[in-house]
C-alpha cells in the first residue's frame, strides 16, 4: 500500500519560495500512470489543486499558479517537491500531496508570515 508524507518548513516570510516535498513509500513514483499531486485548504476554503506530475514526468499547474509553481522528483529517493515562489499571506494553507486523489499524506500546515 502506498504511502504519502509532506514534509517542509511551517513558516514562510512573503516574497520567500516556498518548497515541500513527499516522500513516497510502498510504490515507485515512475511506474505505472499515476498523476502525483499537490493540493492545498486554506483556512475557510476548499480544496484547491495546485499541480501534479506524473510517473512520466509531465507536469500541469493550475493556471491562477502556473507563474509561480513547478513540480520536480527526485526519482532515487522516490520524492517530490513542491516549489512555489513569491509566496504571500494567501498562499497560508495546509499542503497535501496526493496519489491519483486516492492515498493521501497527512498535510503540512504553512504560514506565510513575516
Known amino acids: 500500500q502506498v504511502q504519502l508524507q509532506e514534509s517542509g518548513p511551517g513558516l514562510v516570510k512573503p516574497s520567500q519560495t516556498l518548497s515541500l516535498t513527499c516522500a513516497v513509500s510502498?510504490?515507485?513514483?515512475?511506474?505505472?500512470?499515476?498523476?502525483w499531486n499537490w493540493i492545498r485548504q486554506s483556512p475557510g476554503k476548499g480544496l484547491e489543486w495546485i499541480g501534479y506530475i506524473r510517473s512520466s514526468g509531465t507536469t500541469k499547474y493550475r493556471e491562477s499558479l502556473r507563474t509561480r509553481t513547478s513540480i520536480s522528483r527526485d526519482t532515487d529517493l522516490n520524492q517530490f517537491t513542491l516549489h512555489l515562489n513569491s509566496v504571500t499571506p494567501d498562499d497560508t494553507a495546509v499542503y497535501y500531496c496526493?496519489?491519483?486523489?486516492?492515498?493521501w499524506g497527512q498535510g503540512t500546515q504553512v504560514t506565510v508570515s513575516a
Open positions: 496526493t496519489r491519483n486523489f486516492g492515498s
Open positions: 510502498g510504490g515507485s513514483i515512475t511506474t505505472g500512470d499515476y498523476y
